[in-house]
Structure formats: structure tokens, C-alpha cells
T-cell receptor, first 110, second 115 residues
């Protein structure tokens, strides 16, 4: 089946720093999402981004489907950005069964 | 604006006991999903439904059953709980085809411990 790899697995930043998280996938995908899981376990959808670039405040994401990767950019990081970031991809249209990567654990220090 | 609601939030079961987890969504979403999350891992799909009265198996369906008798509810059942089913269970929903945005809305999770 499809492999979803995220890098780096762990990241520690000083508040105010910028970072780039990467998601590589082994097959063509129709759909891709980025999620943030906060320290209390809540999963929040950040972007639905099957292709192209989107921005939402300090966060932006780019997916290059033809090259099988997606990037999540975090600028001017804050302690509230801490948690785990998951990339999830879906191969098939119509059912939207997403396969999740193992995540990037981010810790932002004050 | 409740979104996706999961009950219960926490549960401890003895091996062999049964229980049902309830997921309710008020967004009129067609599709619903049950995932489990184990420590240090991503989420794995257990079962899903593409509409009222339909269910299908995901990646790790063994030991679980599901039902979707009403569009807004998706139930996950454990008939005979095993310690390997200790996990955090997440329900999610999404719109059907044609909406243009197939992103998930997740519930807050159910932490299940089987002893």
C-alpha cells in the first residue's frame, strides 16, 4: 500500500523561529490534508490541499502532487504551535479514506 | 456548532466485556469514519461509511463492528474487548462527492483501556 513519510520526526524550536515540515508519499493521491494534534489530543484540520498553495495566518502549505510531496510552513512559531503535525493522503475519490503519516512532533520553547 | 461529538470520553473495560462508542455529527455529512491511534503512531482506519445504511472495512477492522442506522450517527462496537484494543478512538466525518472540500472534522476522541 501507499507509504506516507513525514520529516523530521521531532523538532524543537525557539519561539519566533520558522520551520518547514515535509510529507512524502509513494503513490499518486487525490486528496491531502494536514492536521495539528494539540497536547490535549484534539485533532484540528489545518489544510485540505490536494495541490497548489494555501495560507492561513502564520501557516501555509504547498502540495506538488506530480512530485509526490507536500510542505507545511510555520512562521514566527509560538508555544501554542506545539504538538504533533500529521499529513494524511487519500488515493481514491469518493470514499476519502485517508492514510496517515506517523507525524512530526514539534515543541516550541518560550 | 457542536460538529462531531463522541461519547464516552473515557472508559475502562475488563477483557471480554462489550461496549459501544457513539459518534454523532450535526453537519449533514455523508461520510463517517472510525480511526484508532496508538502511542507514537499515526491514525489507522477501522471502518467507514459512505451513507446511511452502509458500512465498509478499513485497515484494521478485526474485533470491531459498526452500524449507521441514521445519517448523523456512526456506532463502533467491541463485542469481546481485548487488551490489544486499548487505544484512543477518533471519529471523523466529511462531505460527499461534489462539495469540493473533502477535509475531515474530528471528534475529541475516546480513551479506552482494556484490563
Amino acid at each position: 500500500g501507499i507509504q506516507v513519510e513525514q520529516s523530521p520526526p521531532d523538532l524543537i524550536l525557539q519561539e519566533g523561529a520558522n520551520s518547514t515540515l515535509r510529507c512524502n508519499f509513494s503513490d499518486s493521491v487525490n486528496n491531502l490534508q494536514w492536521f495539528h494534534q494539540n497536547p490535549w489530543g484534539q485533532l484540528i484540520n489545518l489544510f485540505y490541499i490536494p495541490s497548489g498553495t494555501k495560507q492561513n495566518g502564520r501557516l501555509s502549505a504547498t502540495t506538488v502532487a506530480t512530485e509526490r510531496y507536500s510542505l507545511l510552513y510555520i512562521s514566527s512559531s509560538q508555544t501554542t504551535d506545539s504538538g504533533v503535525y500529521f499529513c494524511a493522503v487519500s488515493l481514491t475519490s469518493g470514499t476519502y479514506k485517508y492514510i496517515f503519516g506517523t507525524g512530526t512532533r514539534l515543541k516550541v520553547l518560550a | 456548532n457542536a460538529g462531531v461529538t463522541q461519547t464516552p470520553k473515557f472508559r475502562v473495560l475488563k477483557t471480554g466485556q462489550s461496549m459501544t462508542l457513539l459518534c454523532a455529527q450535526d453537519m449533514n455529512h455523508e461520510y463517517m469514519y472510525w480511526y484508532r491511534q496508538d502511542p507514537g503512531m499515526g491514525l489507522r482506519l477501522i471502518h467507514y461509511s459512505v451513507g446511511e445504511g452502509t458500512t465498509a472495512k478499513g485497515e484494521v477492522p478485526d474485533g470491531y463492528n459498526v452500524s449507521r442506522l441514521k445519517k448523523q450517527n456512526f456506532l463502533l462496537g467491541l463485542e469481546s474487548a481485548a487488551p490489544s484494543q486499548t487505544s484512543v478512538y477518533f471519529c471523523a466525518s466529511s462531505t460527499g462527492t461534489g462539495s469540493g472540500n473533502y477535509g475531515y472534522t474530528f471528534g475529541s476522541g475516546t480513551r479506552l483501556t482494556v484490563v
